[in-house]
């Protein structure tokens, strides 16, 4: 569960340095807001291409959404 804690904490983050809301990566993953609520809460996992196009949006490793590195 830390992993998921993490990684919402980091695309909470990352999501406000481009200042961007909550809505905003929902609407981009095709999602509604509350299950992209959960995700940054760290409430839920998310699928591999969903991981691997959010690192991809923000410019930064996998790694570094999961928490295994702090080199983005």
Not at 31 to 60: M, S, W
């Amino acid at each position: 569960m830390e992993t998921l804690k993490s990684m919402g904490e980091r695309l909470c983050a990352l999501r406000r340095e481009k200042h961007m809301r909550q809505a905003d990566v929902a609407e981009l993953l095709h999602v509604t807001q509350a299950h992209y609520q959960r995700v940054e809460k760290g409430k839920i996992n998310i699928p591999t291409l969903t991981l691997c196009f959010l690192a991809d949006y923000f410019g930064v490793t996998t790694d570094y959404l999961l928490g295994r590195t702090d080199e983005r």
